[in-house]
Structures are given as C-alpha cells and as structure tokens.
C-alpha cells in the first residue's frame, strides 16, 4: 500500500488570487466619471450585475449600464498587492489612474467534506513473454514489458472554499463612498488521501 501526500488539484492561478474572476452587483449612489485611455467616460447611478477581473496588476469593473453601453472601469493596482484570501486594500485615486480612490475586502471561509472511497482506472506494466518463430523455424521468445489497464482504490475529501469581496469606489475629497461592488466565488477542490496498487 503506498500512501501519497495530499496533492491539492486545483488551477495554480486560484493561490496567486482568489478573486480572479467574481460576478456581483455594483451599486451606484450617484454618477460618477472615469478614465479609459484618453476619454472620460460616465457611469448613471444604478444597479449592474458586474464581472470582477482582477490580475497581477489591475482590477476591472466590466458591466452593462442602463442604456446596454459597455463599461470597463480599469483600475491600475501595485502588482501582487491585492489579497489572495484573507485582507483589505486601499489605493489612491494617483495610484489606480482613476479620479477616484479605490478600497475593498476580502474574506474566505474553508469548509472539508468527509473522507470518500472510490475505485478508479490505472495503467501499470506488466511483463509477459513474447515468442516468435524465425526463418530457419526456431522457436524465440523473449521478455517484454506491456502497459496493462486496471483499477485503483483512491480515498479523497473536497475542500470548498468560498470567498466574499466587497470594493468600494470613494472621492478624493473626503473618501466619502459612491459606488459598492459585493460578489461572491466558490471554488472547490480535490485532496488525494490515499492511492492503492494497481491490479
């Protein structure tokens, strides 16, 4: 019997961050502009279901608003400094590239599933002797090894890991908040207790 470490099987960008991609809804208490390339672009006051993006160096608001327009609010960020489970952020409007300031949290909760037992498919070699008959009608044989299917008893548990991130749109002024994202992402993973032989 060979017991293996527990190998977490799960995209490697989910541990770079958690919120790679959170759908949620974005509430505007009042218009508000911002910056895309050269043009100043304004977003109504309203509720919008929003997509999240965040990579290594910038956070993106990308939604529809009331009259169908496309919104892609781009905000620049410190690269790597957007939490990847557990912590708050702030950034100033000079930072983001925004007329605006720019702060938000992130929470996740890890719950384990019980232990499960399953048998699945494997692949082994097998060595089988292999003869052949030559010209003069001598009778050869040899060994050789051959990939061989079987199964495998394998024990596991999941690990779901659910995140909250709230991002919060503020003035320079006096950081008073006009605009709330809240979304939410769930991510499940695998963890192998436990690979039998295979037969």
Known sequence: ???????????????????????????????????????????????????????????????????????????????GSVPSRNGSFYYQSAQI?????????????????????????????RQVQVCTIDSTGRRICRLEYQTVTGTHQVMFHYVIERSSVNVSLQTVEDRSIFGNFSGTQAVQYVVNEFSGPCY
């Open 1 to 79: 019997m060979q017991f293996l470490k527990c190998v977490l099987c799960v995209l490697p960008f989910f541990f770079v961050t958690a919120i790679a991609s959170v759908e949620g809804l974005l509430v505007v208490e009042k218009p508000f502009s911002y910056q895309k390339g050269n043009k100043t672009l304004t977003v109504p006051a309203g509720t919008y279901k929003t997509d999240l993006k965040n990579r290594t160096s910038s956070l993106t608001l990308k939604f529809k608003d009331q009259a169908g327009t496309k919104q892609k609010v781009k905000m620049t960020v410190p690269r």
């Open 97 to 125: 590239e925004q007329p605006f300031d720019l702060s938000g949290q992130i929470s996740t909760q890890e719950e384990r599933t019980p232990t499960q037992s399953n048998y699945e498919a494997c692949t082994y070699q």
